[in-house]
Nanobody, 122 residues
Framework: QVQLMESRGGLVQAGGSLRLSCAAS????????MGWFRQAPGKEREFVAA????????YYADSVRGRFTISRDNAKKAVYLQMNNLKPEDTAVYYC???????????????WGQGTQVTVSS
């Protein structure tokens, strides 16, 4: 089992950047694929990005591809989401999550952080 906690969200102007962090605890962190999801008010939680346990494979939602970058540092037990050229429609609570294998399906992720708010103003 792995425990996750997001941080470094905040308020940013459209066109700006943020870098989200996800701190993990647990001896088997390296064995997990990781993902980022987001949920806007009144909407379902949606997939944003995923990375394999070794960091060699990544995948992005069409809405963020080319603007966001997911990365991980297994030595630090951390996952990051670099968000560039932010848009108002990116406003949401962002969650990091862990899965047993590389996947983009929400239900495959068994461990979740509590989320961090990202607000993009126009």
């Amino acid at each position: 089992q792995v425990q996750l906690m997001e941080s470094r969200g905040g308020l940013v102007q459209a066109g700006g950047s943020l870098r989200l962090s996800c701190a993990a605890s647990g001896r088997t962190f390296r064995n997990y694929a990781m993902g980022w999801f987001r949920q806007a008010p009144g909407k379902e939680r949606e997939f944003v990005a995923a990375i394999s346990w070794g960091g060699d494979s990544t995948y992005y939602a069409d809405s963020v591809r080319g603007r966001f970058t997911i990365s991980r540092d297994n030595a630090k037990k951390a996952v990051y989401l670099q968000m560039n050229n932010l848009k108002p429609e990116d406003t949401a609570v962002y969650y990091c999550a862990a899965a047993m294998s590389f996947t983009t399906t929400l239900h495959d992720f068994g461990s979740w952080g509590q989320g961090t708010q990202v607000t993009v103003s126009s």
